[in-house]
């Protein structure tokens, strides 16, 4: 299975190269022209999630192809609200330049529909209705069983969905050992930021993950800069799975590649399953002779938060 992977691994990155062509400054790309008019009978909560979806798949596209060239002129950028500046430093020619090309005329057009209708800047916070499409609420924990290795025992490794915002949902980290804290991820499942000595990974996951699908990213430890893997996957397994008493649409990623131990290398393996719609993890398994890589993270269950107000009540006095 291993060997089929990186066969296949390998077919896809050359096809990818072979169609990617040179760089070329993003000035040279018109935007294609889309009409407003395709939208006018849209609310606008509809053309508001229309521009999530366009501006997340645009950024998908810029990060591959940054990537790829090696220029990581989008490596510091968080989240997507700010991205249509950063795509104007370089772009490639070919197939994913008119894919570029495209949204940005279905972002323009999309944008002068909102305008037309009045619509307010959409607000930061997801409103209630969107949030029937996620698969947890605001209140739920993802409880998980972590260790080491597979023969030391599990300790739970908790989050809690704390805010489910545009193009971010906000959870608490409760991890069995260390500091907790804020924990975000974006809308593909990636870690923007998570506390101090936590893994995280910013830019391996991509929207809309297809069987066969590449990736490539990094695996770091949250606040050290020494701890960090240079991995590529690849989707091997796509379909529904129950885990945690909820149904998800998993895709299974097959992980390889190496981590800096001081000027030497170590090999770093293993497998993600996360949820195709939300980007929530499923599952993380690691190995590594690393031990910042290895480890076994598995969703168990989810459970809703009980929060006990207290109510203080004035007790009469005896005469």
Not at 234 to 263: C, K, M, N, S, Y
Request: with cysteine; glycine share 8%.
């Amino acid at each position: 299975m291993h060997n089929r992977t990186l066969r296949l691994w390998a077919c896809g990155l050359a096809l990818t190269l072979g169609l990617s062509g040179c760089a070329t400054r993003s000035a040279n790309i018109a935007p294609a022209m889309a009409d407003p008019a395709d939208f006018v009978l849209w609310p606008c909560d509809r053309i508001d999630e229309e521009l999530d979806k366009v501006q997340l798949r645009a950024a998908d596209v810029a990060y591959s192809v940054d990537e790829r060239a090696g220029n990581n002129i989008l490596a510091l950028s968080v989240g997507v609200t700010l991205f249509w500046p950063a795509l104007l430093a370089m772009r490639p020619e070919g197939p994913e330049a008119q894919e570029l090309a495209r949204l940005r005329g279905r972002d323009g057009a999309l944008r002068t529909a909102a305008a037309r209708q009045g619509c307010p800047n959409p607000d930061t916070v997801v409103p209630p209705e969107r949030l029937a499409g996620f698969p947890l609420a605001v209140g739920e924990r993802m409880v998980f069983e972590e260790r080491p290795s597979p023969r030391q025992a599990a300790q739970e490794w908790v989050l809690e969905l704390v805010q489910l915002r545009r193009a971010e949902a906000d959870f608490l980290l409760q991890p069995p050992s260390g500091r907790g804290g804020p924990w975000q991820q974006d809308r593909s499942g990636n870690i923007i930021s998570a506390p101090a000595g936590s893994l995280q990974w910013p830019r391996l996951l991509r929207s809309g993950l297809e069987l066969g699908q590449v990736l490539a990213g990094d695996l770091q430890v949250s606040g050290d800069a020494q701890e960090r893997a240079r991995l590529r996957g690849q989707v091997v397994a796509v379909g529904p799975q129950q885990v945690g008493g909820r149904r998800f649409d998993a895709a299974v990623i097959e992980l390889f590649g190496d981590a800096t131990r001081g000027r030497s290398y170590t090999s770093v393996s293993g497998a993600m399953v996360v949820d195709r719609a939300s980007g929530l993890l499923l599952r993380l398994d690691l190995r590594s002779s690393n031990p910042a890589f290895s480890l076994q993270r598995r969703l168990v269950r989810v459970e809703r938060v009980e929060r006990v107000e207290r109510v203080e009540t004035t007790v009469p006095r005896s005469p």
